[in-house]
């Protein structure tokens, strides 16, 4: 089941906050957040664990809600550089192993 | 960077014909994954190779199949291609065997497919 992302898009000024909320049916173990830029590879941002335990290397914060099986993405002050679409995705159990279930992206725009 | 090369870059090929796609995962990543992207779709599960070894499968017909060779090359192929089999193809690299729950992928460029 594919996670629900909102908003779809937004368009913020430089220095603006926003945030990106990923929702699913599912219980959840684990929320992945990746950034894709136009005609590049999606790139790591962080991983959010059941229990709370978050890894991550960017200036870039979020939160798990497991009993809402919710996740979102905080983006604050931000940068020209945020501009990408930014994907949640959840893992599922399928056929003895896991994989990653990727919501259809929000787009993020900043502009100066 | 992240360490992850695709080729080729771009493809284009004709309804019905076979393809191969290329992916060299990082130096001692023994999982590869991949995904096919939809223009402003996020992108779908296909399969995943752990040493060598198909390790998971999404929703794709069985004419999309894969190889993962002891050098962390990998391979996609995909026979009889439709029209809808146009996307973009990514491969992603990651340590751990199986799970993708705790572990990051690495992606790489992607292969933009074109079929006609």
């Known amino acids: 089941q594919q996670p629900v992302q909102s908003p779809q898009a937004v368009i913020l000024r430089e220095g603006e906050d926003a945030v990106i909320n990923c929702s699913s049916s599912?219980?959840?173990?684990?929320v992945h957040w990746y950034r894709q830029k136009h005609g590049e590879a999606p790139v790591f941002l962080m991983i959010?664990?059941?229990?709370?335990e978050q890894k991550g290397h960017e200036k870039i914060s979020a939160s798990f809600n497991e009993k809402k099986q919710q996740s979102s993405l905080y983006l604050t002050a931000s940068q020209l550089s945020y501009s990408g679409t930014y994907f949640c995705?959840?893992?599922?159990?399928?056929?003895?192993?896991?994989?990653?279930?990727f919501g259809k992206g929000t787009k993020l725009t900043v502009n100066p | 960077e992240t360490g992850v090369t695709q080729s080729p870059t771009h493809l284009i090929k004709t309804r019905g014909q076979q393809v191969t796609l290329r992916c060299s995962s990082q130096?001692?990543?023994?999982?590869v994954s991949w995904y096919q992207q939809a223009l402003g779709q996020g992108p779908q599960f296909i399969f995943q190779y752990y040493r060598e070894e198909e390790n998971g499968r999404g929703n794709f017909p069985p004419r999309f199949s894969g190889l993962q060779f002891p050098n962390y090359s990998s391979e996609l192929n995909v026979n009889a291609l439709e029209l809808d089999d146009s996307a973009l193809y990514l491969c992603?690299?990651?340590?751990?065997?199986?799970?993708?729950?705790?572990?990051?992928?690495?992606f790489g460029p992607g292969t933009r497919l074109t079929v006609l």
């Open positions: 959010l664990l059941k229990g709370g």
């Open positions: 130096s001692g990543h023994n999982t």
């Open positions: 599912k219980a959840l173990y684990s």
């Open positions: 992603a690299s990651s340590l751990k065997a199986g799970g993708p729950s705790t572990d990051t992928q690495y």
């Open positions: 995705g959840t893992d599922e159990l399928q056929g003895g192993s896991e994989k990653l279930v």
